[in-house]
């Protein structure tokens, strides 16, 4: 089983009180679906672009938001295709937020096989072993466990984080931090490890409560240091897993990572407190009443009175066929109406007393 060695220091301590106060202000303020979408869909770019520029992906910020939008960039298409997939990705861990299910060894390769693959469908570990070297000397930065420990590994690691989850004896921010530090260590890949990893703690993250909307985005944190970043997840006297990194103290990592989750949640604040002062509507209990999917198709409608079944498939990341059934049902809650019933187009439009949601 999965035994870190970590301790909550006073600087954690005083991290985990930021995050609870700030979470707390965010659930209590004034807000509407058009602060929600503007606070989202910045978290959301920043969080793709940085956590693909980590990896060494080298579209800018204001491309990235390009790309979502359907842009090409000649001879950048694979740093387009990992920004397309690292956004379905994040669509997926949203949709899972009120799911009440444990996390399972299904769910983290989904998330690698849609992060890395584009693929709605998990992938499997790796059949050999697998190196880190330093790009300009060559030499040995990490050797991960052997591929026979890997399942194992993985198997301990989500058992534990699952269990954590249901227990309630640890702090979320701390069950992530520690998820995302170890599935780092285990290295299951070839690559996509380190987006795999900060998905996964973004989804316990959600699952625990902690998601705030879906506001903030802990990748800028990351990427502003990366040698901050990288030192942090060195823990260990050796670059050789088994030579004394497994029983090493975490406390660096979950330090790091608290402090970094304080800094998101602290900015997501002090927007979401002066959107709310220059009057926003609240909305916040009807929009609590939407499931993640319903919330998300909420705002595509922000800007158009109807949409097709295509439409709404593209913003949720789901084939056309699934959401035809999704909106199927949705039509009979009540949540939408039928503007187009033919198959050509299967076009629909909020229901009465949703448009005021999205101010119409």
């Known amino acids: ?21 700030c979470r707390q202000a965010v659930l209590e303020l004034p807000i509407d679906v058009a602060l929600l979408q503007s606070l989202r869909e910045t978290a959301r770019v920043t969080s793709i672009h940085f956590s693909t520029m980590i990896e060494g992906n080298r579209l800018t910020e204001p491309q990235v938001r390009e790309v979502l939008q359907g842009a090409r960039f000649p001879g950048r298409e694979r740093d387009e295709a990992e920004v397309r997939n690292y956004f379905r990705a994040l669509a997926w861990v949203e949709i899972q937020a009120d799911t009440q299910t444990r996390i399972s060894i299904a769910d983290v390769k989904r998330l690698h096989g849609l992060a890395f693959h584009g693929r ?29 420990d890997v399942p194992g590994l993985m198997r301990d690691l ?19 931090a520690l998820a995302h530090y170890q599935l780092a260590t285990i290295h299951p890949w070839y690559d996509g490890n380190g987006r795999t990893a900060r998905l996964l703690a973004t989804l316990i993250l959600q699952r625990a409560s902690y998601g705030l909307k879906g506001l903030y985005s802990l990748d800028a944190y990351y990427a502003e240091d990366l040698p901050g970043y990288y030192r942090a997840l060195a823990v260990g006297p050796s670059h050789n897993d088994y030579e004394g990194r497994a029983e090493a103290d975490f406390t660096g990592f979950v330090g790091y990572f608290c402090a970094g989750m304080a800094e998101a949640f602290a900015k997501v604040r002090a927007a979401a407190a002066g959107a709310g002062s220059r009057g926003a509507k609240d909305q916040a209990a009807r929009l609590r009443q939407l499931d993640p999917r319903q919330r998300r198709v909420l705002e595509l409608f922000r800007g158009k009175a109807s ?14 066929r699934t959401v035809v059934a999704l909106c199927r049902g949705w039509v009979a809650e009540g949540f939408l109406e039928m503007a187009d019933a033919s198959r050509r187009r299967r076009e629909y439009r909020l229901a009465e007393g949703f448009e005021g949601l999205v101010g119409r």
């Open 120 to 148: 709605n469908r998990g992938t499997p570990f790796r059949d050999g072993q697998n190196v880190i070297r330093d790009t300009g000397s060559g030499r040995i930065v990490y050797l991960p466990p052997e591929t026979p």
């Open 307 to 320: 949409a097709t079944s295509v439409e709404i498939a593209a913003c949720l990341g789901l084939k056309p």
């Open 1 to 21: 089983m999965f035994t870190p060695a970590f301790r909550i220091t006073p600087a954690i301590t005083r991290a985990l009180m930021q995050i609870e106060a």
């Open 158 to 176: 989500i058992a534990w984080a699952a269990a954590e989850l249901a227990s309630e004896d640890l702090p979320a921010p701390v069950i992530a």
